[in-house]
């Protein structure tokens, strides 16, 4: 049996006792397609945990998660081709650690909210104004921002990084870009563990504010809501409230645990007796994880989706594939000097 029949058993298994079985069923000739080309032409497909399911189960177990996942399996890639099922800083990220392969994304405008406003010049004037300190800049940046930064991190590991770069500079003070919310989310942190880092990110010295257009829509109103509704009490051991480390401080607050989307699914897998779960993000990952977690009731309330994310179809997947368009291109100099910030981030770790 070839690889693609074994994938396409695979995705229909996974699938089968979901609400996407039909959607599977009508798609099948399309992403048997896309399958048989991966194998032909010996691509890697990475997936996002926002990826629509029919996407997100395109890529292997070992090939799909967050940011930080995706980053580690790009940089170990020994395909000559890698498509990305993300947004297009995530390919950028791809293209940055493997220079000598083809990185596609279905979509060349799949942007980011954080990402697209905050350009190289915004890093400058902060390591301008904050002589010595160092720089970590939130994964979702683009390469030129990257290339100025001394340290990259993810939400799976924003304040070990910041610990670290701390220390490696020798400097009380560390600028955190660009995200807004989740630098003061690690602030806070950084002072319930009587840290004497002080975290600069935009927002709080300027009139600049980062934020992600999908967390920050998620209110502490809501989760209170959400929590009568559907009997979700705080601290029970049979059920909880995830969310987001890019959302709100007040929001982070109302949770049972905060962190990156990797670290849910771990939260998830360390607490086997939970039966009743919200998840405060991107509401793709409720469907993805309902999947790896059947025997959770996930709580569907959620109502906000990425409008970059899904700009990434299987339509479009099928034509990058086909015809080997919608390449990631960095420049030389900015990609080695953005390496050396997704290196310093990849060695740390989570």
């Given amino acids: 049996m ?55 189960h395109l890529s292997d177990k ?6 930080l996942a995706l980053s580690m399996y790009a940089a170990k890639s020994t395909s000559p081709i890698i498509l990305f099922d993300g947004v297009r800083f995530m390919a950028e990220t791809a293209k ?20 697209d406003p905050f350009r190289k010049q915004d890093v400058l004037e902060y390591k301008e104004k904050f002589p010595g300190a160092p720089v970590v800049t939130y994964i979702n940046s ?20 910041v610990n670290h770069a701390s220390k490696d500079f020798n400097s009380n003070k560390v600028i955190f870009l660009p995200d807004s919310l989740m630098g003061k989310n690690l602030e806070n942190e950084l002072g319930n563990l009587e840290s004497k880092i002080e975290l600069i990110y935009p927002g709080k010295y300027d009139n600049k504010f980062g934020r992600c257009e999908v967390h920050e829509k998620i209110s502490a109103e809501e989760i209170r809501r959400i929590r009568r509704q ?44 939970l039966k009743k779960v919200y998840l405060g993000t991107e509401c793709e990952m ?12 996930f709580v569907r309330a959620c109502q906000v989706f990425c409008q970059h994310m899904r700009k990434i179809t299987l339509d479009k997947i099928l034509f990058s594939l086909e015809n080997e368009v919608y390449e990631i291109n960095v420049e030389e100099n900015i990609r080695r000097k953005a390496k050396t910030s997704i290196d310093r981030m990849l060695s740390i770790g989570r």
């Fill in 2 to 56: 070839t690889s693609y029949n074994l994938k396409i058993m695979e995705i229909e298994k996974e699938l089968e006792d979901t609400d996407h079985y039909l959607d599977f069923k009508t798609e099948q000739v399309k992403i048997e397609k896309i399958l048989k080309l991966r194998d032909q032409k010996n691509v890697l497909i990475l997936g996002h945990n926002y990826m629509k399911p029919l996407i997100y």
């Fill in 62 to 67: 070992d090939s799909r998660g967050d940011s």
């Fill in 96 to 115: 940055i650690l493997n220079p000598d392969k083809k990185v596609l994304i279905a979509d060349l405008n799949a942007g980011c909210s954080l990402a």
């Fill in 142 to 161: 683009y390469a030129e921002v990257k290339a100025e930064s001394d340290y990259c991190c993810t939400s799976a590991n924003a304040l070990k990084v």
């Fill in 230 to 273: 559907f009997d979700l009490k705080k601290g029970s051991s049979d059920s909880a409230v995830l969310v987001h480390l890019e959302c709100p401080p007040e929001v982070l607050a109302e949770a049972d645990y905060y962190g990156s989307t990797s670290g849910m699914a771990k939260y998830l897998l360390e607490h086997p007796n």
């Fill in 286 to 297: 409720t469907s993805n994880l309902q999947n790896e977690f059947p025997q959770i009731d």
